[in-house]
C-alpha cells in the first residue's frame, strides 16, 4: 500500500496535543507514563571512592609512614612545613604501586623540590644534597623493620 499524499491528522485531533520530531511528551502521554527528567542530586557526588582510596594508602605507607613522619627532614635541619613520607624511588605520574619499604622523610619543600614525577630532578636533588635516598631508605627500612613496623 502506497501513499497518494502527506499525512494528514484526523479531523478530531488539535495541533497542541501532537508534539514535534526530538521533543517529549509529558508523562501522562508516554508510553511508559515515566517522566523523562535528569536525576537532581541534594548531595555532590563524592570524587573518589573512600574505601579504596584506604586500601591504596594503607598498600602504599601502612604504619610505616607515621613512623617516618616522626623522624626529621634527611636534606637539613632548618626545613620548614610538615614532613611528608616520600617515597625514594619516583613513582611517576601518581602511581599506585610504590613499595612502604622505600619511604624518607622529607619536609613538603624538599618533596617538592624532590620530585615525585621525574628521575633527572631527582638524581639532581640528590647531588645537591648529598644524599642517597634509597641507600637512606634502605636503612630507615632495617630501623622500622627492628621496632615492629609492617
Not at 494528514?8 to 514535534?20: D, H, I
Not at 509529558?26 to 573518589?48: D, F, V, Y
Not at 622523610?105 to 635516598?133: I, K, V
Amino acid at each position: 500500500m502506497t501513499r497518494s499524499g502527506p499525512l494528514r491528522r484526523k479531523s478530531g485531533e488539535s495541533r497542541k496535543n501532537s508534539t514535534a520530531p526530538g521533543k517529549l511528551r509529558s508523562a501522562e502521554q508516554t508510553s511508559t507514563g515515566l517522566k523523562r527528567t535528569p536525576i537532581r542530586r541534594n548531595a555532590r557526588m563524592k570524587a573518589t571512592n573512600p574505601d579504596r582510596r584506604a586500601k591504596t594508602y594503607a598498600r602504599n605507607y601502612g604504619t610505616r609512614g607515621a613512623a617516618v613522619r616522626a623522624l626529621g627532614c634527611l636534606a637539613g635541619p632548618h626545613c620548614c612545613g610538615d614532613i611528608q613520607a616520600a617515597h625514594s624511588i619516583a613513582r611517576g605520574m601518581g602511581g599506585a604501586k610504590g613499595d612502604r619499604r622505600d619511604l624518607v622523610p622529607l619536609c613538603w619543600s624538599h618533596h617538592n623540590e624532590a620530585g615525585e614525577r621525574g628521575t633527572t630532578q631527582r638524581t639532581e636533588f640528590e647531588a645537591f644534597y648529598g644524599l642517597d635516598l634509597q641507600a637512606e631508605a634502605a636503612r630507615i627500612a632495617e630501623q622500622l623493620d627492628g621496632e615492629g613496623h609492617e
